[in-house]
């Protein structure tokens, strides 16, 4: 069997050299943080897939310049950190009246419908305060401290500690 | 329960509470499409003026601004509703193709020429994120970076 090397640089060399399936691979492991990251800033639905799909096109544009294919998973991180702050700026320019937008709370049946699922530590989340939940949700996500630096834009020292912190929190939630 | 526990427990919350939509997902597959290896990249350097209030039709446009080597472009962009208006320069001034890639426009979707003066008009782009393939008649290419007009 022919060894599978799948880290993001190679992934992203693959790419690069025209290879689809390497492409899809990046986008799926990815996408779900980037995901995370605009709801994090409290952006909607529409919003999010906008900061979702605008940072992978960022990626396509430089994607033949790149000098550093490891550095692209922190990028993509930031990227998507800068792009959900400029559509939070816009939306407090868009509409000055009205209050921006929040994160979207789960329709309660929804929650209702969820509840079965989230098992115990999903119930121990929702207790918790929401920068809190936000941040579970990074760690839970984010595959190193680099990336969850970059995701949050925090020095690379303070994740340690603010990642036990609510590990802690969570921790004495869950029976 | 240990921390790696606890972490796939939060996973699968959010997981069903939050899914990443299928959409997004297969959008971000295919923005690969968009790749153009052979136009070199501007970067945008300015984004000037403040969008017109909603409703107020042509009020003060905004002006972007892109670079890369050798070559500035300036796009003007006046706002009539969910359209925008592009009036747009090349500096030093080359003429060529001007194409518009939007996600709802096909690939060859909007397509005009820049004059000798290096000038180009496109009366209607619809809102969204937008970028510009410039195939210049010297046989060079620009492409703007994606911008969310």
Do not use: K, Y
Not at chain 1, 37 to 66: F, K, Y
Not at chain 2, 101 to 118: K, M, Q, Y
Not at chain 2, 127 to 136: A, F, P
């Amino acid at each position: 069997m022919a060894q599978l090397d799948d880290g993001t640089d190679e992934l992203v060399i693959r790419a690069r050299d025209g290879d689809g399936a390497a492409w899809a691979r990046l986008v799926e492991r990815h996408s779900g943080l980037l995901w995370s990251i605009a709801r994090s800033h409290g952006l909607n639905d529409a919003d999010s897939g906008d900061v979702v799909q605008t940072t992978w096109l960022r990626l396509v544009e430089r994607i033949d310049g790149l000098r550093d294919p490891s550095a692209t998973a922190c990028w993509l991180a930031t990227t998507a950190r800068h792009e959900s702050l400029r559509l939070v700026r816009r939306r407090g320019r868009d509409r000055p009246l009205v209050p921006a937008p929040r994160a979207p709370e789960p329709e309660p049946d929804r929650v209702v419908l969820g509840r079965e699922r989230l098992g115990l530590v999903g119930a121990a989340l929702e207790s918790l305060p929401q920068r809190c939940r936000t941040l579970l949700r990074l760690f839970a996500l984010a595959p190193s401290h680099a990336e969850l630096a970059a995701a949050l834009g925090i020095p690379l020292g303070s994740v340690g500690p603010t990642r036990a912190r609510c590990l802690d929190a969570l921790r004495r939630l869950v029976p | 329960m240990n921390d790696d526990e606890l972490m796939a427990g939060v996973r699968q919350a959010f997981d069903a509470l939050d899914p990443l939509p299928e959409g997004v997902l297969a959008a971000a597959r295919a923005s690969i499409a968009w790749r153009t290896p052979a136009a070199t990249l501007a970067e945008p350097v300015q984004d000037r003026g403040a969008r017109a209030a909603a409703g107020v039709r042509g009020g003060p446009g905004r002006v972007l601004t892109f670079a890369c080597p050798g070559t500035t472009v300036e796009i003007e962009v006046a706002e009539f509703g969910r359209d925008r208006e592009l009036t747009g320069r090349l500096v030093p001034p080359s003429s060529g193709a001007v194409q518009v890639r939007h996600r709802d426009l096909p690939p060859d979707g909007i397509e005009v020429r820049a004059e000798s003066a290096g000038l180009f008009w496109v009366p209607r782009v619809p809102e969204g994120l937008v970028s510009l393939v410039l195939r210049l008649d010297d046989g060079t290419s620009i492409v703007t970076s994606w911008v969310r007009l």
